[in-house]
């Protein structure tokens, strides 16, 4: 595992976006098939779209042969509602950018049958080729999409059940009442993700120190679901100095030397 340690979320963004983009323009130099992507919500990938969108528009990458995933949607909440996903997604990326409309999946939390769109989900990815990167956050809980602490690590697309305190930290977009804010979401699953060639996972702030400490320095379990990151072969996360204050001194100093030492700084 790498940590990318950044002064502030919006060189962590940068970082980011700048990263996404170099991997999309990577693949179209070699190749016709398209990238895969996996794609987040939350307030945390904000500043990386908003990048990724001024590179589009300047013509530093283009999203014309990506196909993407999004991670997770509630169930039952109507798709034009401004706190669904998709609402989420279109506003802060995909509205901006070159992505084809029929590129773009994310799970259908109506679908007659959730079980059956959880499957086709799995299905879809893998007709695509598979993940070449997935983008992620993490939860205050340490969770990774919706899979809430004590989910499978083998776990796969299917609908979750979320928890009080997700509820309660979502609740901020829901008039601060967390009973407002669904119960029950999708989920791609802790192995979708890890079944990514890379995985990135985002984080910004003091309130994921905690959840950060645990998925770094703690043992990989189903207590911190991110924490399986620790047996991917190619997993970085990405962070500001505030969302890694609770990692020991040596841990802090270790991934800065590394990183220090890779980019012959
Ligand atoms: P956030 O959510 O980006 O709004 O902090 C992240 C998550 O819950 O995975």
Redesign the pocket.
């Known amino acids: 595992m790498k940590v990318i340690i950044r002064k502030n979320s919006a060189e962590g963004s940068l970082w980011t976006a700048h990263y996404i983009a170099a991997k999309i323009n990577e693949k179209a130099a070699k190749s016709d098939k398209p990238f895969v992507i996996g794609l ?1 919500t ?4 904000i500043e990386t779209y908003a990048e990724l969108i001024r590179m589009v528009k300047a013509g530093e990458v283009s999203f014309k042969n990506v196909i993407s995933f999004n991670m997770d949607e509630y169930v039952g909440l109507p798709v034009e509602h401004p706190e669904s996903y998709h609402s989420f997604m279109h506003k802060y990326l995909f509205d901006h950018i070159d992505e084809p409309a029929e590129n773009i999946h994310i799970l259908d939390g109506n679908a007659p049958d959730l079980g059956a769109e959880c499957e086709a989900y799995e299905k879809a990815i893998a007709a695509a080729g598979g993940f070449d990167l997935f983008l ?4 205050e809980d340490g ?3 919706f899979n809430e602490p004590f989910s499978s690590l083998e776990s796969r697309t299917r609908v979750v059940t979320l928890t009080r305190d ?1 509820r309660e ?1 979502n609740a901020r977009f829901f008039d601060g009442d967390w009973e407002k804010v669904p119960a029950q979401a999708m989920s791609v699953g802790v192995a979708t993700v890890l079944s990514a060639k890379e995985v990135i996972i985002i984080a910004w702030g003091s309130k ?1 120190a905690r959840a950060l400490k645990d998925a770094i320095e703690g043992p990989m379990s189903h207590y911190c679901t991110v924490s399986g990151l620790q047996a991917h072969p190619a997993g970085t996360i990405v962070c500001d100095e505030q969302a890694v204050g609770e990692l020991k001194v040596n841990s802090y100093r270790y991934f800065k030397a590394i990183e220090a030492a890779e980019s012959g700084k």
Do not use: F
Not at 42 to 45: I, N, R
Not at 136 to 139: A, Q
């Open positions: 987040c939350g307030s945390t990938p992620g956050g993490i939860g969770h990774i999409a997700t930290v994921k």
